[in-house]
């Protein structure tokens, strides 16, 4: 009985080890697996650029469409400022008139 006791904790420490060394990483997993973790970082870092760079593109593009607006504006203000003028113009030859026709009749 103690002998069959044995043979079976012999058994177990067998198919143990044996489930160990299945388990157990071999060399070349570890390079493996290495290799793997410096391409992901290397695919983080090419994404972190890409990002950096759309961020950029995106900044940029957002600042042309200020320019263009203050651009758009200060033509809306040139313009009603030539329309400001030119009514004051007119406003000035009548008023000229009114003081040509004033001194003919005195």
């Known amino acids: 009985m103690l002998e ?7 058994g177990r420490i067998v198919d143990f080890e044996t489930k160990s060394y299945a388990n157990s990483p071999k060399p070349d997993a570890a390079k493996l697996a290495q290799a793997k973790v410096s391409d992901l970082q290397a695919e983080i870092k090419q994404l972190k650029e890409k990002n950096d760079s ?21 033509e809306r203000q040139r313009a009603r400022q030539e329309e400001e003028t030119r009514k004051a113009e007119l406003k000035v030859e009548d ?4 003081i040509d026709q004033l001194v003919c009749l005195l």
């Open 4 to 10: 069959k006791a044995v043979k079976e904790l012999n």
């Open 54 to 74: 759309l961020l950029a593109q995106r900044s940029s593009n957002q600042n042309a469409r200020t320019i263009q607006h203050q651009l758009a504006e200060s």
């Open 95 to 98: 008023l000229k008139e009114q």
